[in-house]
């Protein structure tokens, strides 16, 4: 189904299609931009070269986070207008190069919170690249609970020292930043004694070690802090005011994608058909309703992205849709990933030769899907809010604390 978003978008549409055509350099169909960004596509030679240039011609067009505001160097494009340029991103089939996690989650946090002078310094500096961030929330005794967040931060001069410990944090090794959240008030409520701070991650008190997956990859480590400093100037939203600031990090992170997840799941999808009619399948009663039981995942998540495309064209936020949509798809890609192993049969069960811990496409769908429904919000926290803030049901009662 095609949406008629009417004239002005229709425009932008054209405009962006064809300037995907001029632009496009050779080499780049289909690369997956989250691997990219994380260091794990493998890309050499002509590819690497050809990324390199498309990251340059995005950035000289401002479409590297482009839904900033022109101030710092993005396009100041709406919710709607960043459905549609994801849309013609894939629908070409090249990367929409981005910045991780400081596109996704610190930036429109320090949109949000910051004061004008950490907009001018921080901003312009995730669009060019020049700092990488990482995720600092989770710790070994608190990730669901996050507002018990034990990692101290005290003030000395005009610096903050911090001091404790980070866990599951993901490209980590990748980074030269880390956005932390810590506590520099433990004499008060929990949640009302937290900072946001962004600290520089190399030279600076905090050993990183790699945690291995069970996909075979290090995605990510765990720290060590002791004595790192930032200036205050590195504090988002004030001192003691970090809870705020992280959940509003916490919304993008579980929404941000809902008006386009479908995108790579359907071409996900129409692999595994492919996987499917391969291997001599697709006449089997099972796997044909097994993959249209996916198949109609993938149109509810579609759906339910143009019901969040709606809120955002009416200038309302995509409230409680964000975890509905965060538990859709993660559950989903969980479920896909085991259809996916039982398609291949007995082959699924081998790994593929080759140095260090090779796994094949489908080994790791159905391997990195497992963590879908952790990170982000698990999906039982997912179900709290939903039932909660959504559904108006009464609240969870408290249990025992853990040890
Ligand atoms: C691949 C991956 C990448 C990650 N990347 C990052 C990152 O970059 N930065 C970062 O800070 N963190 C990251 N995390 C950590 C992630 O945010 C936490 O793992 C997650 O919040 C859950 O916390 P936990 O592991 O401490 O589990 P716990 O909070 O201990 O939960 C254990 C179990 O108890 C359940 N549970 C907990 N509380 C409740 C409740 N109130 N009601 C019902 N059930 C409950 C949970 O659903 C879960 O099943 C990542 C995790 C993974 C798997």
């Known amino acids: 189904m095609k949406l008629d978003l009417g004239p002005e978008y229709e425009a932008f549409r054209g405009e962006m299609s064809d300037w995907i055509e001029a632009n496009r350099p050779d080499g780049l ?57 994801n849309e013609e991103f894939a629908r070409a089939g090249v990367p929409r190069v981005t910045r991780g996690m400081g596109e996704s989650l610190v930036g429109p946090s320090i949109i949000v919170h910051g004061s004008e002078e950490q907009k001018a310094h921080f901003l312009p500096r995730i669009i060019s690249g020049q700092d990488r961030y990482c ?4 710790e070994p005794d608190h990730g669901s609970d996050l507002g018990g967040v034990e ?3 005290v003030v000395d001069g005009d610096e903050v020292v911090i001091h404790g410990s980070k866990v599951w944090t993901s490209g980590a090794h990748l980074a030269n930043m ?22 520089p991650l190399k030279d600076n008190g905090i050993e990183m070690r790699p945690l291995r997956q069970p996909s075979g990859a290090s995605g990510f480590c765990q720290e060590f802090i002791e004595g790192a400093r930032a200036p205050l100037f590195n504090v988002i939203g004030g001192l003691n005011n970090g809870w705020r ?11 941000g994608q809902a008006t386009v997840a479908h995108l790579g799941f359907e071409r996900e999808f129409w692999d595994l058909v492919e ?12 796997v044909r309703q097994q993959l249209a039981w996916a198949y109609t995942q993938v149109e509810l998540m579609r759906y339910s992205g143009l019901r969040t495309l709606a809120r955002v064209a009416a200038g309302r936020p995509p409230g409680p849709e964000a975890s509905v949509a965060k538990l859709f ?18 082959d699924g069960l081998l790994r593929p030769d080759g140095d260090g811990y090779q796994v094949s496409k489908w080994q790791n769908v159905f391997l990195s899907s497992r963590a879908g429904t952790i990170y982000s919000g698990t999906s039982e926290i997912q179900r709290n809010i939903i039932g909660e803030r959504a559904l108006g049901l009464p609240k969870e009662p408290k249990g025992p604390r853990r040890s």
């Open 275 to 286: 996987t499917a009619r391969k291997r001599g399948k697709t006449a089997d009663p099972l």
């Open 29 to 85: 169909e289909d690369l997956d931009e989250r691997a990219m960004y994380m260091g794990t596509a493998g890309l050499t030679g002509k590819a690497a070269e050809a990324y390199e240039t498309w990251s340059q011609r995005l950035l000289e067009a401002r479409l590297i986070c482009p839904h900033w505001p022109e101030s710092v160097g993005g396009r100041g494009l709406t919710g709607v207008h960043m459905a549609i340029l």
């Open 178 to 199: 880390i956005f932390i959240l810590c506590r520099t008030d433990p004499d008060v409520p929990k949640h009302r004694g937290l900072s946001y701070v962004l600290a």
């Open 245 to 255: 600031v992280a959940m509003t990090t916490l919304g993008h992170e579980r929404g």
């Open 151 to 153: 990692t101290r931060a």
């Open 135 to 138: 995720q600092g929330f989770s």
């Open 329 to 346: 798809w993660s559950e989903y890609h969980k479920r896909l990933g085991e259809i996916a192993i039982s398609i291949e049969g007995a």
